[in-house]
């Protein structure tokens, strides 16, 4: 009887665990100099309201600054990414979030140059 149990919720936790990898979608942004500034790529990073996304935040300049920090309000994401240490964030994009365009920045630099998250509406992507 034990057994069964264990098993029954090991089936569930690895039923859920597929689940969470097959939803989350990654995006890459890393940070690039051009002109002397910093700036955090793609510039435009489009996204629908209900999905989940895995950030993968890459710094791998070498010179200035050893980390940058990864600051999406709009999402309650204040990170903090050192120089060759990818950090992951997953995060969902909640369903009543308006489209428009939000800042993606860096809370360490003001003169960081920022990306943009592009919230499309949940119906556009789809087509
Ligand atoms: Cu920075």
């Known amino acids: ?9 090991g089936l569930f936790f690895l039923t859920h665990s597929i689940f969470a990898v097959a939803t989350a979608r990654e995006i ?3 940070t690039k100099k051009i002109n002397e500034a910093v700036h955090w790529t793609p510039e435009k990073v489009e996204v629908v309201p209900g999905e989940t996304i895995k950030f993968i ?6 010179g200035g600054f050893d980390f940058h920090g990864f600051f999406i309000p709009v ?4 990170e903090q990414v050192t120089r060759h240490e990818p950090k992951i964030v ?3 994009v909640p369903k ?12 360490f630099h003001p003169k960081h140059v920022k990306a943009t ?7 556009k992507a789809k087509k």
Request: proline letters at 2%.
């Open 57 to 62: 935040v890459k710094h791998d300049l070498e």
């Open 96 to 107: 009543n979030l308006k489209a428009g365009e939000y800042p993606i920045g860096c809370q």
């Open 28 to 30: 890459t942004l890393e």
């Open 90 to 92: 997953e995060v969902m």
């Open 1 to 9: 009887m034990n057994h069964l149990i264990k098993l029954i919720f």
């Open 117 to 123: 998250l592009v919230v499309k509406k949940e119906n």
């Open 75 to 78: 999402l309650n994401v204040t």
